[in-house]
């Protein structure tokens, strides 16, 4: 048995024998001096691992978890510093009515509600849309360098945010600077999790999907109490301070075999046209672009639900803060749950398609919410919606298997954030026209029930696929005839 194989990383090193395919001897040697032991301990952890649903594939998981938890709980909770941020480039003191000042056109000021929004977008831009370029990267050099490189670029992005005065400023720190640590930490940390596993996949990256569920709770909670007492600098001091937690993350990742034999000899150039191809396979491009349409939808509900309370409704500053909350909590419940039901179907879509119509049923009737009971009622049914996250991730291996389920990731990254940019912008747009997010809300919710909807085309896509093979099938001889 080779060493590689072994999943402990204290055990005392093996010596394989091995004659012909059927007769393989294991000697195990002598324990080995202490000195010696931490040595192979070390190295054991820079070596490809073969571990497919135990041993180090979960401490993959465990390592991933961490990284959704700091990178999902500080994007999520950009709505925490969106409305002082609008104060604060309306031309108004850090200390004004957040919520009076940043439409109101009678002083002076203009309103940058869109404008600000679209730094926050353009970290999450840059943190999806780069996936493929990230990807590669971390088929040519590794995960862990990769990994490590995009958590200490992402921390130095939002703790440099909080010494910005101007609108540039925070979009080349938190935009772009954070934005390309991001992309550098999503889609080879989180990404790669399904290759570690066959029979548990699903759960594997449930698991990891909640860790995103507790971050967005943990941050949004942790940032808005902050806020709402020492300001939105000192907020983004908290959340840069968490964003280290991902440094030690990185590194516990080790390679799969498959990554360095297929793709190590590749240039980066090369990997990223793989990547590409990924899209050859119709149900999977029909999926991944659908998927990209109802990201639309989310950013909306995560970038302004929390000025809609507070402005809007007149909710506290406090109370808002916790709307995030009560959506993760929800979420959290759900991605166990689905993670179970998951890896007993084998059709998993439908499932995707009821979590997507019920986030855009609760869209729809968002003129209806007027007190924070409601929102509370409505975040809650978004977390619901959210539980789509949890399997989300498992398809792309589903559609293309398991040795391009990274590249296939890297794109759903890639389109997600195209359509998903542009959700909060557009919002504050019809915010600064008509004074009311209740447009956006219901036009978004409209677009998630169709997504929901035009899923059901794969059904179709199944059917030729399986016509296509029966009809290859007759036209291949049968072997040994002419």
Same mark, same amino acid.
């Given at each position: 048995m080779d060493v590689l194989a072994n999943d402990s990383i204290c055990e005392p090193p093996r010596l394989s024998l091995q004659g012909d395919d059927s007769d393989e001897r294991t000697i195990a040697t002598s324990p080995a001096p202490r000195s010696y032991g931490r040595s192979n301990s070390i190295r054991s952890l820079l070596e490809p691992t073969k571990a497919i649903d135990e041993g180090w594939s979960w401490v993959i998981v465990a390592a991933s978890f961490v990284?959704?938890?700091m990178l999902y709980g500080v994007i999520g909770s950009f709505g925490v510093i969106y409305v002082p941020l609008t104060v604060?480039?309306?031309?108004?003191?850090?200390?004004?009515?957040?919520?009076?000042?940043?439409?109101?056109?009678t002083n002076g000021t203009r309103s940058v509600s869109g404008q600000t929004a679209w730094i926050g977008n353009t970290a999450?831009?840059?943190i999806f849309s780069?996936?493929?370029?990230?990807?590669?990267l971390s088929k040519r050099w590794g995960v862990r360098p990769v990994v490590l490189t995009g958590s200490i670029i992402f921390s130095t992005g939002i703790i440099l945010t909080s010494l910005t005065n101007e609108m540039w400023q925070a979009f080349l720190t938190y935009g772009i600077v954070a934005g390309v640590g991001g992309s550098m930490i999503h889609s080879p940390g989180v990404g790669i999790v399904p290759t570690y596993f066959h029979k548990r996949k699903t759960l594997a990256v449930c698991i990891t999907q909640v860790g995103g569920s507790i971050g967005t709770m943990a941050m949004s909670a942790g940032m808005g109490v902050i806020e709402s007492k020492y300001g939105w600098? %000192?907020?983004?001091?908290?959340?840069?301070? #968490?964003?280290?937690?991902? $440094?030690?993350?990185?590194f516990l990742y080790r390679p799969r075999y498959v990554s360095e034999t297929t793709e190590g000899n590749k240039t980066v150039k090369e990997i990223v046209i793989g990547a590409w191809k990924t899209q050859r396979h119709p149900r999977f491009a029909l999926w991944v672009w659908l998927i990209g349409l109802h990201f639309f939808s989310l950013y909306v509900v995560v970038f302004h639900i929390y000025r809609h309370s507070e402005c809007v409704l007149g909710i506290s500053k406090y109370d808002s803060s916790f709307l995030l909350t009560y959506a993760s909590a929800a979420s959290v419940v759900v991605s166990i749950a689905v993670g179970y039901v998951?890896?007993?179907?084998?059709? %998993?879509?439908?499932?995707?398609?009821?979590? #997507?119509?019920?986030?855009? $049923?609760?869209n729809v009737f968002f003129p209806l919410y007027r007190t924070y009971a409601d929102l509370v009622g409505f975040m809650i049914l978004f977390g619901i919606n959210m539980g789509y996250l949890a399997i989300m991730n498992v398809f792309p291996s589903d559609f293309v298997g398991v040795d391009e389920a990274v590249n296939a990731f890297s794109i759903l990254s890639f389109t997600s954030s195209i359509f998903g940019t542009f959700g909060g912008p557009a919002a504050g747009w019809i915010f600064d026209a008509t004074g009311s997010y209740n447009a956006a809300f219901v036009l978004s919710g409209i677009l998630s029930i169709c997504v929901s909807l035009l899923m059901s085309l794969d059904r179709c896509l199944i059917q030729v696929e399986e016509k296509r093979k029966d009809k290859e099938a007759k036209l291949t001889p049968i072997e040994g005839t002419l």
């Open positions: 990284l959704s938890f604060l480039y309306s031309g108004q003191n850090e200390s004004s009515d957040s919520c009076a000042s940043t439409s109101d056109s999450t831009l840059l780069l996936g493929p370029f990230a990807a590669a600098r %000192r907020a983004c001091y908290f959340a840069g301070g #968490i964003s280290c937690l991902s $440094i030690p993350a990185s998951s890896d007993h179907l084998q059709y %998993r879509l439908p499932l995707l398609q009821l979590f #997507i119509l019920i986030g855009g $049923i609760g």
